[in-house]
């Protein structure tokens, strides 16, 4: 039987032929109009890329080649007696475009414990850092350290054909999410946990074994690792960490080199650190009424007094999302399943009810509606991974999947480097009067 790297090959080959055929015939037609408008608040709509691993629709919310989280949730490979999908079974999907049996998800857990092992000088690169140091400046830091794995830098330097360029970036790739569990593990045991570290057990699953290594034995915790690390995969190309590990991936830069960048993109406030705004929101918000489970009434003021003072309740809005994030609602479920009766998880509950009415009253916002970030910091702390400056590292080790999947297909299709045109306000100036045109070459 072919290997998965093989499988993917042969897919690359016919869907770069399907490409370049559809170029030759509808190379010229053109995708919509930009406004200037557009050009200025962050080139917000505009299509202009391709990612081949997922869609996200304003109405419908993410599907990954084509399925949508509860079909995934249905559909996907479990660990063995476990209900929620394989990550693993995800990543193949993505790659390949095809549901995997559980033979295809055991494939891929039995290739990231192979390549799993991260050279001590990695840690050594972690501890020069202070402890105090964020986790997500540790994470990036450790990720640059590994790049000298590079297989992709090895064999450039060495004068490796064009048509090779998949191929080792597939196997950094792999490389590179196998070892993530390891290095975020150890990130969180050195700052929170007296430097007590875990060593890997190679039995376990890539979510379990991440739990395991955090500290975390409880099955429905590792159940919660596969749930997390399979919603927070992906999400479309335009976004900051997928679109920048894409962008610096174009200029040839190793998979490290391009997934580091997308890292430091997700550390924005904006991006992925907003699922640490959102607990922190929510533990000022409980100490400040100073009651364990506010009511809706309390909630609603509080809510108010935070959009009083100029400030955004975190979790709520989205880019492109126009309805409740379907990721939001995977995690609710996993609450009603498995602690009912907590009282943080119940705030988040009536948070939901009571923000999206507010935020319409103000008839400003677009999309009053939670999205993923919402929601995942309340499960966390349930089982007691409290420490919400990480919460951002486990979003990190999550999106590695989307992310380089997406640049395995970025070599495999020869997709060319991105660079997009500027221009400048004065230029615009002299546009609006009549006096020539600013999109050119």
Known sequence: MATIKERFKAKADDLSAEIKEILKKHGTRTIGEVQLSQVYQGMRGITGLVTETSLLDAQEGIRFRGYSIPELQEKLPKAPGGTEPLPEGLFYLMLLGELPEVRDAEEVTSAWQRRSHVPNYVFDAIEALPKSSHPMTQFVVAIMALQTESIFARKYAQGMSK???????????????????????????????????????????????????????????KELMRLYMTIHADHEGGNV???TTHLVGSALSDPYLSFAAGMNGLAGPLHGLAN????????????????ALPSKEQI?????????????VPGYGHAVLRKTDPRFSAQMEFGKKHMPDDPLVNIVWRVYDVVPEVLKSLGKVKNPWPNVDAHSGALLVHYGLVEYEFYTVLFGVSRALGVLASLCWDRALGLPIERPKSITTASVKDWLEGKGEIWGD
Not at 277 to 290: A, N, Q, S, T, Y
Not at 300 to 312: A, F, P, S, W
């Open 241 to 243: 960490s997928a679109h």
């Open 276 to 291: 640490q705004e959102v607990i922190k929101w929510i533990f000022d918000l409980r100490e400040e009424l100073g009651v």
């Open 163 to 221: 048509k090779d360029y998949w191929d080792a970036v597939y196997d950094d790739s792999m490389n590179l999410i196998a070892r993530l569990p390891r290095v975020a593990a150890y990130i969180y045991r050195r700052k929170y946990k007296d430097e007590k570290h875990i060593q890997p057990d190679g039995l376990l699953d890539w979510s379990g074994n991440f739990a395991h290594m955090l500290g975390f034995e409880d099955e429905s915790f």
């Open 300 to 312: 609603e003021e509080y809510v108010k007094k935070t959009l009083g003072e100029g400030k955004v």
